[in-house]
């Protein structure tokens, strides 16, 4: 995938993850206050966030990293987003319980970007 792409996902990410955020502040106020679940879907909204940024950063990185690396870091943080805040979103709402492990699936997808990231960007150095 072309840096572009990366740019473009982050900033879509990033807008959804605003909007999701504010969602769950103002339109489902109630239900997550009920269900006890407000700091779940402000968990998931700030790494959702977060993430969108990490991919607009990879996607500013392209530069500096391999085709290879960059896409891996990606899918990585792209994956790990729909896991991870995904599935809190939906745990928020009273989905189903074997959503529970999903939910550190996506957290080790993220970490294996940032990991990913991290070397790819020592590598390169070390090539420049």
Sequence with gaps: MHARTW???GALLCALGVALGAFGAHGLKGVLQEGGHVA????????HLLHG???LATGLAARELSHNVCRAVGVLFTLGTLLFSGSLYW???GGPAWLGPVTPLGGTCLIAGWIVFAVGALRGARQA
């Design 40 to 47: 779940t879907w402000e968990t998931a909204s700030r790494y």
């Design 7 to 9: 740019l473009a996902l």
């Design 53 to 55: 940024l990490a991919l």
């Design 91 to 93: 745990l928020a709402l």
